[in-house]
């Protein structure tokens, strides 16, 4: 029989406060710079849109997730 493992879970940061959420319960997302960024609620997602250069990923780093 062969061996089963499940799905592994897709988690994300939110940029703004950095929680660890899993994808699909991400409140919001927002594309910026060719980069889609997730967001644990509406409030962070609001405080990113009011100042993406700050809480978008410097070259260094890596943001969220690549835009598909």
Do not use: I
């Not at 703004?16 to 509406?42: N, T």
């Not at 849109?49 to 410097?58: F, G, T």
């Amino acid at each position: 029989m062969a061996d089963f493992e499940p799905e592994k879970e897709v988690t994300v940061t939110d940029p703004v406060c950095g929680m660890r959420l899993a994808l699909e319960k991400a409140a919001a997302q927002q594309e910026h710079e060719g980069w889609m960024y997730f967001f644990c609620s509406d409030a962070c997602h609001n405080l990113f849109l009011a100042a993406p250069e700050r809480y978008s990923a410097r070259p260094d780093e890596a943001p969220a997730a690549p835009k598909a």
